[in-house]
């Protein structure tokens, strides 16, 4: 695989005998030697408390840019440099950085088509992975091995498996970690939360959860790729599509994109669904686990191959039998009638809808104040009375050595009750009958009585992507 890079000083630099020791250097999967040294920070490993942090940015599409913003205007980070397989994409967001002075004195913002350069500089401290589902996890594997301190937009990886290997890489080499759930620092959901968890509704029996969509097969036939892009590694672990303009971007929405193509995404399902139903995990305690069943009702599962003849809206086009979970103390999600942010959650003393920014209780008086002094702590990091962003709560983790409002083990729990749902549906497609009940094993992340869900828990790779098997 030929690689493009626009800084001739990027190259991969040769591990001397000590760090080889010291960080018991892996090979990655794409064949490079994987720089685990970070540059010299406070105690402990940490960048002290008047330290900046530099931080690189892995894509910069239409989220990866608003974070290219965000991360910019930080009192205490510094944007210092810029991966996107895109190369005139990169490069326009630096000229935003230097035409809006948001670079500071004396440092510079390097560009990089390919993010594994980006990884061997020890200047930089920690990395925003903002790319397609199916890039996030090697991405993230490689940046816990290369030491670095990792905010990953939801959903956490592609598959089941893809997403404990994440975890496991990020516990191994003990690197800081945010999942993109940014409801997790708002005060609302706290507040909703925290009574929840404390039982102002009484026993919660059932949760309704929006009837999120699942991903199409692509039909879109092929365009020239734009000069500057890499295609072959915008595909990455992915089968290689041909190239089409709808595929790579994002911004459109009346057709379909790489979120809803079953190569790159789990559709809205893991879209919207990664907040909606991290929200509902969350109210009903379950971060450490999940449901213990999962069953489709209605008509089996149909795919629909989207073309440009068709297109069916930006992630519809396919068939959506109704989504059942159970819970182990006898909750039932139902996916019908929720918000597209959160759940409705139903209970013996009223009911409360729990979505971005709001949490609305009926009768109003059960929710109308926050609970003081709970039984039950709900996360709020140190400055809660602050109102810290997501992205705050995640550098002010970085410096401290503390646990993030939304770590990988959380991310991986959340964003596995999108894949149980997405694999519920695909098994009717396959077996043409629905109501059957898949039993789930959240301790070993497995089906219990189903080998054709099982077979959806991960994918094939391309060779010279795969994540790799030993992290």
């Not at 002010?396 to 749902?421: D, F, N």
Request: proline share 6%; hydrophobic share 35%; net charge neutral.
């Amino acid at each position: 695989m030929s690689i493009k890079d626009t800084n001739p000083q990027s190259t991969p630099r040769s591990l001397n005998r000590r760090d080889f020791i010291k960080r018991s250097v892996a090979v990655s999967a794409l064949g490079f030697p994987t720089i685990l040294g970070s540059r010299v920070l406070a105690r402990d490993g940490q960048p002290g408390a008047n330290d900046r942090i530099n931080i690189g940015i892995i894509g910069v599409g239409v989220m990866g840019s608003g974070h290219v913003q965000n991360f910019s205007g930080q009192p205490d980070a510094d944007v210092v440099a810029i991966a996107d397989v895109f190369l005139p994409r990169a490069e326009e967001r630096v000229k935003w950085l230097h035409d809006n002075d948001r670079v500071a004195e004396g440092k510079k913002v390097d560009v990089y088509q390919d993010y594994r350069h980006m990884l061997d500089r020890k200047d930089i401290d920690a990395v925003v992975i903002v790319t397609p589902e199916h890039w996030h996890a090697l991405q993230a594997i490689h940046a816990a091995q290369a030491g670095k301190h990792i905010y990953c937009e939801k959903n956490l990886a592609l598959t089941v498996w893809e997403g404990r290997q994440v975890v496991k890489a990020v516990d191994k080499y003990n690197v800081v970690f945010q999942t993109g759930t940014q409801q997790r620092s708002g005060m609302i959901s706290n507040v909703g939360v925290t009574h929840l968890r404390n039982g102002t509704l009484g026993k919660i029996s059932r949760v309704l959860a929006s009837n999120y969509g699942s991903p199409m097969e692509s039909g879109w036939p092929g365009m020239p790729v734009p000069e500057g892009l890499d295609w072959d590694m915008w595909c990455g672990p992915a089968e290689k599509l041909p190239y089409n303009d709808a595929i790579r971007d994002n911004t459109r929405r009346t057709e379909p994109t790489w979120s809803s193509i079953r190569n790159f995404g789990g559709s809205i399902m893991t879209d919207w669904g990664g907040h909606g139903l991290d929200m509902i995990q969350w109210g009903l305690g379950m971060d450490d686990r999940g449901p213990e069943e999962v069953w489709v009702e209605g008509e089996p599962f149909v795919t629909t191959i989207s073309t440009p003849e068709e297109p069916g809206g930006r992630r519809t086009g396919v068939t959506k039998p109704k989504v059942y979970m159970k819970y182990d103390n006898g909750t039932i999600v139902e996916f019908e009638g929720g918000p597209q942010f959160g759940g409705v959650f139903i209970g013996e003393n009223g009911r409360m809808n729990l979505d971005r920014g709001r949490a609305r209780s009926n009768p109003v008086e059960l929710t109308r104040e926050p609970l003081e002094n709970p039984t039950v702590e709900v996360y709020r990091g140190r400055e809660y009375a602050r109102r810290v962003s997501h992205a705050e709560n995640w550098l002010e983790c970085i410096k401290t050595g503390g646990t993030t409002a939304a770590p990988a083990e959380i991310g991986q729990r959340s964003a596995t009750v999108c894949h149980l749902a997405n694999i519920a549906r695909w098994v009717s497609g396959v077996t043409g009958e629905t109501g059957n009940k898949l039993r789930w094993d959240s301790e070993n992340e497995r089906f219990t009585n189903s080998d054709v869900g099982n077979s959806f828990l991960r994918r094939p790779q391309r060779p010279g992507y795969q994540v790799p098997e030993e992290v």
